[in-house]
């Protein structure tokens, strides 16, 4: 038997604020406009990346590729509605693309493409690629002596991949302080639990045994992450790994820790009551 | 061809600050000047592919130039969708130094032979392979990689390969070299079989028969120009690889080649080695031989299908 953290426990009682309930409208809004979507990844992201968008991120919307801007790469990339809806909602495009999510004029694909997206550093979604072009961006700040930081959001079941691993290695190797992985560990994948497809206990023990300094906290706790996020790196030297105890589908009753809802395909009726009666209009 | 390369990444650092070198684990001393001069960008990264193609992606997105150096196969099969994603898709300017291209490797066996590397590195869109003749060109080469947009495979041979290249015959990525005027006959080779279609039009000289020779170092972009300059009045047009024959050289050709339908084309004769892993050791020359890609089985090839083409319409040979 694994350990139930009690950061795990916290996640699956906390009570969203109004902004979080907002954001969870934006995204359910494009899932219903396209009439698909990974719902259950995206609502499980969404305080992570409110909290970095809105609070941590040195960023200016209107100038996506300043050349000082902290890097953000959502390495789970299956996860972008929650990612287009914070960088709609803080201007970097209308949020009237929200509505065209994988449709033929979109930017908005099911995955984020790089070039496409302003304000989307990688194109992602094959999945391990995320924290190894961390490394390098991270690098070359080293190399150029500038101050940004680097943050790669990575999914529970993304780590399974090798090359994640072999990510972490070298970013240990080079003390890379201005590197910071957000692994969002709601403990189900594709097909079920990540506990039954590839065990990642002792998680933490893993992360640091990689090199880096690890913080664990509950992923839907906006203050928690806030606090935290604020205080990186957390150990001068140390990459940084903060695992983020969540829920997939977080906030929607029916979606929630549901593998049904990792990808959705079309919204029912009284799917669409459900996500009303959640979330209110939307 | 190899140490050349190497060196030139150092010649081409103390120019230009954008230059990395990333090696994977190479030999003991690689590019120790190197190392010394410019310990920051000198970067070895451990057996670890996937993840030194994405960074060196995370570092070209910042401005920086790298050059990934390890063996070809490792570059190529090991970290595909890397190479696709992270190089490719975001075109950025990485250089992928593939050591032991072909069969240079062949004492180590199948693993370590990089017999598809083209096929699959032309496959991707925005990626430009290029495969290097000898020493001097490969120098010539690294000279224009420095600016050029999106990613590069280069395919090197090892060393001690015949200088034939010469420094009047300069270097233009996606440019073929005419080396001998087309006759009767004219090969198009890439890499180290320039050297071997050289011996082997003297071979076909003393039989009377002139044969041409189109070095295309660039396989992709294929200079698509030169080739239909090359094949026009000829009676048979030879493509010769250390490949398999899928997706290499001769079928880059011979797509080039169809797209022209209508215009006077020759028959085409493609060399190359059999589709199957070289189960067997050796040398590469060994090898090479082994599989019909000497100067000489190139020469009876050759006139067995100059005198095929004599009772036959013009039509695709193949090992």
């Keep these: 038997m694994i350990q139930i953290s009690p950061h795990a426990e916290a996640a699956l009682t906390c009570t969203l604020d109004e902004r979080s309930l907002y954001l969870r409208r934006l995204v359910l809004g494009s899932v219903r406009s396209a009439g698909r979507g990974h719902v259950g990844p995206a609502l499980s992201l969404i305080e992570m990346v409110r909290v970095l968008y809105d609070d941590v991120l040195r960023i200016d919307p209107k100038n996506p590729r300043d050349p000082n801007r902290d890097r953000a790469i959502l390495s789970k990339g299956h996860g972008c509605l929650a990612l287009y809806a914070l960088l709609a909602d803080r201007g970097f495009f209308p949020l009237s693309e929200l509505d065209g999510f994988c449709g033929p004029d979109s930017i908005l694909g099911g995955h984020p493409e790089y070039g496409m997206v302003p304000g989307v550093e990688a194109s992602t979604g094959a999945l391990g690629h995320g924290l190894s072009i961390g490394v390098g961006l991270a690098l070359a700040a080293r190399l150029r002596e500038r101050s940004y930081r680097t943050f790669v959001l990575l999914g529970d079941g993304e780590i399974n991949e090798g090359s994640v691993w072999e990510a972490a290695m070298g970013a240990a190797k080079h003390g890379l302080d201005n590197l910071v992985a957000l692994i969002d560990y709601n403990k189900l994948q594709s097909y079920g639990p990540t506990d039954y497809v590839l065990p990642l206990e002792p998680l933490a023990d893993k992360w640091r045994s990689f090199g880096f300094a690890v913080q664990e906290l509950n992923g839907h706790d906006v203050g928690a992450l806030r606090t935290t996020l604020k205080q990186v790196p957390a150990v001068a030297g140390k990459p940084t790994a903060i695992i983020c105890h969540t829920v997939k589908g977080k906030g929607l009753p029916p979606a929630e820790s549901n593998a049904d809802w990792h990808h959705k395909n079309k919204l029912s009726d009284s799917e669409l009551d459900a996500i009303r009666v959640a979330v209110g209009d939307f | 061809?190899?140490?050349?390369?190497?060196?030139?990444?150092?010649?081409?650092?103390?120019?230009?600050?954008?230059?990395?070198?990333?090696?994977?684990?190479?030999?003991?001393?690689?590019?120790?000047a190197m190392s010394k001069e410019f310990p920051k960008r000198h970067l070895i990264e451990g057996i670890s592919e996937a993840h030194i193609i994405g960074m060196s992606a995370g570092l070209a997105m910042e401005g920086f130039v790298p050059y990934v150096n390890t063996i070809a196969t490792f570059l190529t099969r090991r970290c595909y969708e890397q190479v696709a994603v992270d190089l490719c898709l975001h075109n950025m300017p990485v250089r992928l130094i593939a050591n032991g291209g072909g069969l240079v490797y062949a004492p180590l066996g199948p693993t370590h032979q990089a017999i598809e590397d083209i096929a699959i590195m032309r496959a991707l869109p925005n990626m430009t392979v290029i495969c290097p003749c000898d020493a001097d060109e490969?120098?010539?080469?690294?000279?224009?990689?420095?600016?050029?947009?999106?990613?590069?495979?280069?395919?090197?041979?090892?060393?001690?390969?015949?200088?034939?290249?010469?420094?009047?015959?300069?270097?233009?990525?996606?440019?073929?070299?005419?080396?001998?005027?087309?006759?009767?006959?004219?090969?198009?080779?890439?890499?180290?079989?320039?050297?071997?279609?050289?011996a082997a039009a003297d071979l076909l000289a003393a039989q009377g028969i002139r044969a041409g020779i189109l070095h295309m170092h660039t396989v992709k972009p294929l200079d698509a120009d030169a080739l239909l300059q090359a094949a026009g009045g000829t009676r048979l047009l030879v493509t010769l690889e250390e490949h398999v024959p899928s997706g290499g050289l001769g079928s880059a050709v011979a797509e080039a080649l169809i797209d022209k339908l209508g215009s006077n084309l020759p028959a085409m004769l493609r060399l190359s080695l059999p589709d199957r892993f070289m189960h067997n050791y050796g040398s590469q020359d060994s090898l090479l031989k082994k599989h019909g890609l000497s100067p000489s089985a190139i020469a009876t090839s050759i006139e067995r299908a100059l005198a095929a083409s004599h009772t036959s319409a013009p039509q695709l040979h193949s090992t």
């Design chain 2, 1 to 32: 061809m190899r140490n050349t390369a190497m060196n030139m990444v150092h010649k081409l650092a103390a120019r230009d600050e954008r230059v990395l070198y990333i090696g994977s684990d190479p030999g003991a001393g690689t590019l120790r």
């Design chain 2, 138 to 198: 490969a120098a010539r080469m690294m000279e224009e990689t420095l600016d050029w947009k999106g990613p590069i495979y280069i395919r090197l041979g090892k060393g001690g390969d015949a200088i034939v290249s010469k420094a009047e015959h300069r270097f233009e990525i996606g440019k073929a070299i005419l080396m001998r005027p087309p006759g009767e006959v004219v090969m198009v080779t890439t890499g180290i079989m320039l050297q071997r279609a050289l």
